[in-house]
């Protein structure tokens, strides 16, 4: 499969694979937060089609963390965030992109959705008119 790779026995995809799917998600994701809406990795799937191709659950998290790896330095809201709002499934991925980022993310249900609730709010605000 393109953009495969080896890595002793075990299949991921190659790191050009990852960024490259990383640069399609976050323009799908500033496109959302433009539209004041959020997604789910399946409708980013139908969206972007072969731009982002199957990953496990680990390579989602690579990914979302490539996207807001330029957010994170500056004074941007994650755009992680949008996914996790529309996906409850991707909740734990967006904490563990957070936490990749040194940002203090609840561990508990209630406290993980409101952040979500507030960083989606933040995101909105941010993209705006942009």
Known sequence: MPGRQSTGGTDGLSPQALHAAAVAVRGALKKAAREQRTTSWDR????????????TAAERVQVLTLVDQGAAAGDQPLLSVLVAAGDPAMAQAFQQVALHFGLAVPEDTEGLSDVIAADTEHAHRFWRGK
């Open 44 to 55: 980013l799937k139908r969206q972007l089609g072969s731009a982002l191709p199957s990953m």
